[in-house]
């Protein structure tokens, strides 16, 4: 997290704390399971990864499971980049800003999709943006119709210096990447009217919606069919070689895929981890935790890649699971 926002947002009453490898504002007051509010949230456990270059693009497209030819200014695309087996090294929604490309990843996997791409930017005439320019990132959850703001999925608008892209699903959403004073000033008109909040609810909504994040405790453990990027159109199975296709092409049309995503309600204390491992009956391994939302001080829901063959109910330690 940038360091001036950082300050902005402990002045204002919040915590930053770590969690999951990256910094993350934790509100005052924790906020109401109820995602059917107008709310701005703070979204700085991501990062935005700009490159730069003539080539920037066509790069890219050897090393993302989307197709990035598709890449236009009004239009993002979700996609992955994986490693040479296959395993998702971190999600990304990429987006088209001043025509280059920028990834939106989970901060805790900057620094080594950074040095993993970096391997092979020497072939390219394409750099890595200096990280001080970097937007600050906020969460628009049920956006007011006057501003304007992108409907359709993955669409892309300017907003106040920077960029406004849908995020996909039946709820209304919009991630900003903002200058920093537009991040302030935006965040302080939503600040008045008492809708400004961390990102709990978009948690939330992430789990319900089936948006599985990878972090550094699920970075290259999964396949993205495990993960349901096909559901999400966030990989191309026409686009030709990136890193990890043939593997990923090969699981898709021999459907050998015996371990997918599941939504699950869970109960007990404290929340299940992020990279918990879960168990069935007689304790056989059933699957991993991907994403946790709390809906209450000792309820919530999740998203877990599960065994197909092992049935609910599931346990974590003392923390039970049951399939939504």
């Known amino acids: 997290m940038q360091q001036p926002w950082r300050q902005f947002l402990e002045?204002?009453?919040?915590?930053?704390?770590?969690?999951?490898?990256?910094?993350?504002?934790?509100?005052?007051?924790?906020?109401?399971?109820?995602?059917?509010?107008?709310?701005?949230?703070?979204l700085n456990h991501f990062t935005a990864l700009r490159l730069v270059g003539p080539d920037a693009a066509a790069f890219l497209q050897g090393y993302l499971t989307c197709d990035v030819k598709l890449l236009q200014d009004a239009q993002a695309l979700f996609g992955a980049y994986t490693n040479i087996k296959g395993r998702v090294v971190a999600d990304t929604i990429v987006?088209?800003?001043?025509?280059q490309p920028t990834l939106l990843v989970h901060a805790s996997l900057r620094d080594g999709v950074l040095a993993s791409l970096r391997k092979y930017l020497a072939f390219s005439r394409s750099k890595f943006a200096d990280a001080t320019s970097a937007?600050?990132?906020?969460?628009?959850?049920?956006?007011?119709?006057?501003?304007?703001?992108p409907v359709q999925s993955l669409t892309v608008a300017p907003f106040r210096g920077g960029f406004a892209v849908a995020v996909p699903g039946p709820q209304r959403r919009v991630v900003?990447?903002?200058?920093?004073?537009?991040?302030?000033?935006?965040?302080?008109?939503?600040?008045?009217?008492?809708?400004?909040?961390?990102?709990?609810?978009?948690?939330?909504?992430?789990?319900r919606e089936g948006i599985a994040h990878v972090c550094t405790a699920t970075s290259e453990v999964f396949l993205p069919q495990m993960l349901d990027y096909d559901r999400?159109?966030?990989?191309?199975?026409?686009?030709?070689?990136?890193?990890?296709?043939?593997?990923?092409?090969?699981?898709?049309?021999?459907?050998?895929?015996?371990?997918?995503?599941?939504?699950?309600?869970?109960?007990?204390?404290?929340?299940?981890?992020?990279?918990a491992e879960l168990y069935g009956a007689g304790d056989v391994r059933a699957g991993t935790v991907v994403s946790v939302a709390c809906t209450g001080a000792d309820a919530g829901v999740a998203l877990a890649v599960i065994n197909d063959s092992i049935a609910a109910p599931l346990h974590a330690g003392a923390i039970k699971f049951t399939l939504q």
């Open 135 to 149: 937007p600050i990132l906020l969460g628009i959850i049920n956006p007011p119709d006057a501003l304007a703001l």
């Open 232 to 275: 999400l159109n966030a990989i191309s199975f026409t686009k030709g070689c990136y890193l990890g296709q043939e593997i990923v092409a090969r699981t898709q049309h021999l459907g050998r895929t015996k371990r997918h995503l599941q939504r699950l309600r869970w109960a007990g204390a404290p929340a299940p981890a992020v990279g």
């Open 95 to 99: 987006l088209l800003t001043d025509g």
């Open 176 to 207: 900003l990447l903002l200058p920093l004073e537009a991040a302030t000033a935006t965040w302080l008109e939503y600040d008045a009217r008492g809708e400004t909040a961390d990102a709990s609810n978009w948690d939330l909504l992430d789990v």
């Open 11 to 42: 002045q204002r009453g919040y915590t930053i704390a770590k969690g999951l490898g990256a910094e993350r504002a934790v509100a005052p007051a924790p906020a109401a399971a109820d995602a059917a509010t107008t709310c701005c949230v703070d």
